[in-house]
């Protein structure tokens, strides 16, 4: 190995050179090669020339080392430094041809270099061979030159062997992996019958074809491809196979037994394409390969053949990109690059860029990674933009109902891909396959108590077996048990079935729902309970069953139903930050309810969900209107409810209304009234609930009360017992990240990461991605009062990513103004300016809770102080204190910005050191040590500066002696230095 390592070494530096003296560009090596790109063909042929000469030179230890190389010329697809496309792949292939110390050029490349090499520099004509990506021949030379040799076997291009393969408008596109998991297959001398199965217009022939051609070296008497779209019967396909090998017959004798006889002593491999229709012919196919021993027999299906010695190799969609990655991410994905190089044959001006990568890579996914949907919308691009195309997917499939002449009829529409499956199912198979089309994905309880319900059939297991082997319904393994679905394009082609069915329609629809509603209210029970979290997985599991159900359901305005759904569907939501599907159900519940008599029950009914309405809408979009209108009508209905435990949610829902209006003493009124609640119902969520709601009323108010109950909280919280109650943030998250703010400000530095990491740990694992968002934001408004400006544009971030994946409007802008606040403090005031006031204006326009603001506007302040304009930070710091004043109570750090951007404008003055001095009380007196630490190190100073011995040193001193270990930040350091340790 040692001794291998080093001639590979050895021989890239030799290529490496080769090419660099020659003005080429090494893009990759690949194991024991390099691909690499010239500006011209003739520095191209001269870089080979100079390699092979160097690498026949070397004094190679064991053996020789020969390489073999492939010229190409032609305009390639370049992004990020790198080249790709079909004239790349092109040259792979001319390479692949040759043989070691051959230099392959093709007649492209021959001709762009012919004025630009030396005279002893020549080239033999090959002429025209098929390569192996089974594409139009290509003329070839082979490179002649005195110093390299001149003698090859033949090349090894699919000429070489006897075969039919036919020719392809195009090469294969990716498939990398899915061809080298088949090669590996069937180099087992056991795999004799392997089949690529996979629903129609996956690309099992298009695989099944590339297999034959990278393996036809292997066979002597070649490889065969027989199309069996034509055959309905056993008999019909042996015929068929006769036929295309050209073999004799006599008038008696039946096909089969004419393969078995002339096929005994052939080595060679037969490709069986669609054999779906005539699948009963599989047993033939098990004695043919027991009467040929050297055959081997790849079949392309829809469906398996399940005869003794069969394996099974199920196409899988083409690898998907998502669409919020990078450009480069996107492009790489294959169905990206499938997509692309169709798109360029039908419009040569397209190219994937910033502007179209999201719509290609949402296109894609649409269209579930299959190469012939993927085809048919590429070729679109010649009258329509890929977001005018993604548009009409996203509608309907019409645009797709017609592919290229060239295309064989079964694969002329896409319809047609699919129909031809349906067209060989039984009555049975056709019920089950149209009655899937109404589910997401379902295990297979649902399916039978649907199909029972539906049609009076719930025995459906051998239908379903037979289906999924067909590979129109797929299976996959959830926790130990299967769920059955459909591919979308599949789903909606069923879908189409069925509706043209009304009564049956109207059967299977009605069916679907009933089950579906059942099971979202038979959960109502776990969800305040132990199994809160199985429970949970239940309903999230048939999400988009429960919400097919609950549409129906409203369609019908069937409240008993919607109400026993109800529960279940908002604690999902809820549970989940899924805020904008549960104000919709809230919405769709009261319209319904807004149709039915007045009582008592309606109104209770109405008033709980006003006050998650209004919960849903303060999470998402914040202070508004429809907020307060929400809440508004939730306290006309109080007064119709008696009992104490009916009063709790509004008083909860209220409490955290007055917080987010900076209403405190409101806010700690109902709070209080909330637990006395709470402990007279001996009830530990209501009791956290309240606490939590104090904790936010005390914040810079009274700091030991509030960590008291954070401390609490903290203790006493369990998601899966208390979690139900809450819309917005999670308590224990929300406690945590209180708790290191709290921390911070009262000079205990150590603890603050921790418990930041801590609440974002937390907010993971309970898979609730509004937590994580308010989490990160926080997180990061830490890191920008503690001066960690990298740390807060990574953080900005990742909120933006998220906010967006969820659609958190609040959070996205605030994610914009971090990100302006790192951009100016890391050295690029100009854009973080920029992006600062984008967000503000953002936020502004959403109606935010107004106690964000004066923490929005000191960020914004220090945006402009660090852009050296102190005057507008100033301006805005004013607008923060006037918004605290009426309080009574300003947080001390706006008294210390105010003096630092005063100081920045007019000196050390007077009332800058009155600044200070205030900061400085105001912080004692609220027991914030972070706040009274800088503001007593700049009074220390300015008192130096103006007026040496009256410097206030004691004080500071003295502060510094009680602040807790972990402090290494910049007022720390600055306060050591005056104290002169």
Avoid at 67 to 88: C, I, N, Q, W, Y
Avoid at 749 to 757: F, G, K, R
Wanted: glycine residues 8%; aromatic residues 6%.
């Amino acid at each position: 190995p040692e001794e291998m390592a080093a001639a590979l070494a050895r021989h890239d530096e030799i290529l490496r050179d080769a090419i660099t003296s020659a003005g080429g560009r090494v893009l990759k090596t690949t194991g024991d090669g390099a691909i690499a790109v010239f500006e011209s063909s003739a520095d191209g042929i001269r870089a080979s020339i100079t390699a092979q000469q160097a690498l026949g030179a070397e004094p190679w230890e064991n053996a020789r080392v020969r390489v073999r190389m492939g010229l190409h010329a032609g305009e390639t697809l370049s992004r990020d430094e790198d080249h790709f496309g079909p004239v790349m792949n092109r040259a792979a292939r001319i390479m692949a041809a040759g043989h070691g110390g051959q230099v392959l050029v093709s007649e492209t490349a021959v001709h762009l270099a012919a004025d630009g090499l030396a005279p002893e520099t020549g080239f033999r004509d090959l002429g025209r061979h098929r390569l192996k990506d089974l594409t139009e021949p290509e003329h070839l030379f082979q490179l002649l030159h005195p110093g390299l040799p001149a003698t090859f076997p033949d090349l090894k291009t699919l000429d070489a062997r006897p075969n039919n393969l036919p020719l392809q408008a195009t090469e294969l596109v990716g498939r990398t992996q899915e061809l080298a998991a088949i090669h590996l297959m069937l180099g087992s001398p056991a795999a004799r019958l392997l089949t690529i199965a996979g629903p129609g217009g996956a690309g099992k022939t298009r695989l099944g074809l590339q297999v034959g051609a990278d393996l036809i070296d292997s066979y002597r008497d070649g490889v065969w491809f027989v199309d069996l779209t034509a055959d309905n019967s056993p008999a019909d396909a042996f015929e068929t196979v006769v036929r295309t090998l050209e073999l004799p017959v006599s008038r008696t004798g039946e096909p089969l037994d004419v393969l078995k006889n002339r096929l005994r002593d052939r080595q060679m491999l037969l490709i069986l394409d669609n054999f779906e229709q005539v699948v009963d012919a599989g047993s033939g196919v098990g004695e043919l390969l027991a009467a040929a021993p050297e055959l081997r027999v790849v079949i392309t299906s829809r469906e398996t053949l399940r005869v003794r010695g069969e394996q099974v190799y199920p196409v899988p969609p083409l690898a998907l990109p998502h669409p919020d990655r990078s450009l480069g991410e996107i492009a790489e994905s294959e169905a990206v690059r499938l997509f692309v190089e169709r798109a360029s044959e039908a419009s040569p001006a397209f190219a994937l860029d910033d502007g179209n990568a999201r719509d290609v890579a949402a296109i894609c996914l649409r269209l579930d990674g299959l190469p012939l949907a993927i085809e048919l919308a590429a070729a679109r691009l010649n009258v329509f933009t890929p977001s005018d195309l993604l548009d009409r997917i996203t509608d309907r499939l019409d645009v797709l109902a017609s592919g290229g002449r060239d295309l064989p009829d079964r694969q002329r529409t896409l319809w047609g891909a699919i129909s031809w499956s349906y067209e060989l199912l039984n009555e049975d198979e056709r019920r089950l396959f149209e009655l899937l089309s109404v589910f997401s994905s379902a295990d297979l309880p649902a399916l039978e108590t649907v199909a029972a319900n539906a049609s009076g059939d719930g025995f459906i297991v051998d239908t379903l077996a037979s289906l999924v082997d067909k590979s129109l319904v797929r299976r996959i393994e959830t926790d130990g048990s299967y769920r059955f679905s459909m591919l979308q394009m599949i789903k909606e082609y069923a879908a189409g079935r069925l509706a043209g069915n009304s009564g049956e329609h109207a059967g299977v629809i009605a069916a679907h729902a009933t089950y579906y509603s059942t099971l979202a209210a038979l959960q109502q029970s776990d969800l305040d309970a132990a199994g809160r979290d199985r429970a949970l997985t239940v309903l999230e599991a048939d999400l988009d069953n429960l919400r097919a159900a609950w549409h129906f359901w409203v369609e019908q305005s069937d409240y008993p139903r919607l109400a026993a759904m109800f529960p279940g569907m908002w604690a999902l939501h809820s549970a989940r930050g899924w805020y904008h599907g549960a104000i919709a159900l809230a919405d769709d519940l009261l319209g319904i309810l807004a149709t039915t008599e007045a009582s008592e029950e309606r109104d209770s009914a109405e008033q709980a969900l006003r006050v998650n309405q209004a919960r849903a809408l303060m999470a998402v979009h914040g202070y508004n209107l429809g907020v307060e209108s929400a809440f508004q009508r939730a306290l006309e209905l109080a007064g119709s409810i008696g009992t104490s435990r009916d009063e709790a949610p509004v008083l909860r829902a209220l409490a955290s209304y007055y917080t987010q209006t900076a209403d405190f003493p409101k806010a700690a009124e109902l709070a209080l009234r909330l637990l006395e609640i709470g402990d007279q119902l001996g009830d530990e969520a209501l009791q956290i609930e309240a606490r939590s709601a104090l904790a936010a009323t005390l914040l810079y108010f009274d700091i030991p009360g509030c960590l008291a109950h954070l401390d609490f909280v903290i203790a006493h919280y369990d998601p899966a017992r208390h979690g139900s109650h809450r819309l917005g943030p999670d308590s224990g998250v929300v406690a945590r990240i209180s708790k290191a703010v709290m921390l911070w400000e009262t000079g205990h530095a150590e603890a603050v990461v921790q418990l930041a990491n801590e609440a974002l740990e937390f907010a993971d694992r309970i898979g609730h991605p509004f937590s994580r968002a308010w989490a990160l934001y926080h997180c990061g408004f830490l890191a920008a009062i503690g001066g960690r400006w990298d740390e807060v544009r990574s953080l900005s971030e990742r909120l933006a990513a998220i906010s967006s994946e969820h659609d958190y409007p609040l959070w996205r802008t605030l994610a914009t103004v971090l990100e302006g606040v790192a951009r100016t403090a890391l050295g690029e005031p100009e854009i973080g300016v920029k992006l600062t006031e984008s967000g503000v204006e953002l936020y502004e326009g959403l109606a935010p809770p107004p106690v964000f603001w004066p923490f929005v506007l000191g960020l914004r302040a220090s945006v402009y102080a660090m852009a050296e304009d102190p005057a507008a930070a100033l301006e805005l710091v004013d607008q923060a204190i006037a918004i605290w004043e009426p309080g009574g109570v300003v947080p001390p750090e706006l008294w210390v910005r105010r003096a630092d951007l005063l100081r920045m404008i007019h000196g050390p003055t007077d009332e800058v050191e009155e600044l200070y001095e205030r900061g400085a009380t105001v912080a004692a007196g609220l027991d914030m040590a972070r706040w009274e630490l800088r503001a007593r190190t700049r009074l220390v100073a300015l008192r130096r500066e103006q007026r040496p011995g009256d410097d206030g040193l004691t004080e500071l001193a003295e502060l510094v002696a009680t602040l807790a270990e972990g402090h290494d930040d910049d007022d720390y350091r600055a306060a050591q230095e005056l104290l002169g340790t």
